[in-house]
């Protein structure tokens, strides 16, 4: 899977190229990076959110954070507390490895970004990954939707109100997964055997990663409609749940007269009626 994000930083030309030989601790030579006094290391308080660049002859951190996180400040708060438990996984994992072999460096990007802006919420998607060593990175995927009046998050838990709501979107999402898993095996041209392995084997991952359990549907974020109010949710999946790694992130729209019936009363001016 092609590493996400950050490749629009200059940060992100040096994280992706595995080959390339460590550069000294806050070098500025290696595609613009800022000097060393320049670099901004997490504190141990939540600050205003700025970018972070961190260098190390072993390791290399990129974050980047939109400005409109900052005026909230329990957003900023959970998006800071995100990354640096992202950050101490990676030194944890520096700390531990042996010598690392000759041109490999750990590395962490993690991007912050604005899916939806309005009075009633801000939703901001992160996404990312952290190389430790192996065939390929780790995913960082998480959603972040924050409710401006009340100010907190809004979590899957407290969206629906039972289970039967669960089951409904779960009957919608494994629809739109299978259906799209049989239109990309049907582009592959697949010998019949092989085609009914795979609507087995990938069938049976995303049956397994649809069931009705809040925790399959933690990460969301919003579809604006017309007068910012919600058209419907957009469920993501990281790799694995409901496929395999090559798929990597898949993600399904739920409209709102699907999840209106089950919404929990406080959100349900949060949606169109229509």
């Given amino acids: 899977m092609r590493r996400m994000l950050l490749c629009v930083l200059p940060l992100a030309l040096v994280a992706c190229q595995r080959d390339v030989p460590p550069v000294p601790a806050g070098s500025a030579e290696q595609g613009g990076l800022p000097a060393a006094e320049d670099v901004q290391p997490l504190p141990d308080e939540v600050p205003e959110l700025k970018d972070v660049v961190e260098m190390d002859p072993r390791y290399i951190v990129g974050i980047t954070y939109p400005p409109e996180a900052n005026r909230y400040p329990g957003l900023a708060a959970e998006l800071y507390a995100y990354a640096r ?3 101490d996984e990676l ?3 520096v700390e531990g490895a042996a010598d690392l072999q000759p041109g490999t460096m ?3 990007s993690l ?9 009633a919420l801000l939703a901001i998607a992160a996404d990312g990954s952290t190389y430790t060593g192996g065939a390929h990175d780790n995913p960082l995927i998480e959603r972040f939707v924050w409710l401006v009046p009340e100010q907190k998050l809004l979590l899957a838990d407290d969206l629906l109100t039972d289970a039967d709501g669960w089951a409904v979107v779960s009957r919608f999402v494994r629809e739109q997964l299978h259906a799209a898993l049989s239109q990309r095996i049907d582009a592959d041209e697949l010998e019949p055997d ?3 392995r795979m609507l087995r084997t990938a069938g049976r991952m995303i049956d397994e990663g649809s069931q009705p359990d809040v925790t399959n549907f933690r990460q969301f974020e919003p579809v604006l409609g017309r007068g910012d109010r919600l058209a419907g949710l957009r469920f993501v999946f990281p790799p694995y749940q409901v496929g395999p790694y090559s798929d990597g992130i898949q993600t399904v729209e ?7 019936p089950y919404v929990a009363a406080p959100y349900r001016g949060l949606f169109a009626a229509d």
């Fill in 254 to 260: 739920v409209p709102a007269a699907v999840l209106l």
């Fill in 194 to 196: 092989e085609r009914s």
């Fill in 111 to 119: 991007r912050f970004s604005v899916v939806a802006d309005t009075p």
């Fill in 91 to 93: 030194m944890q994992s």
């Fill in 106 to 108: 750990y590395d962490l």
């Fill in 85 to 87: 438990s992202a950050r």
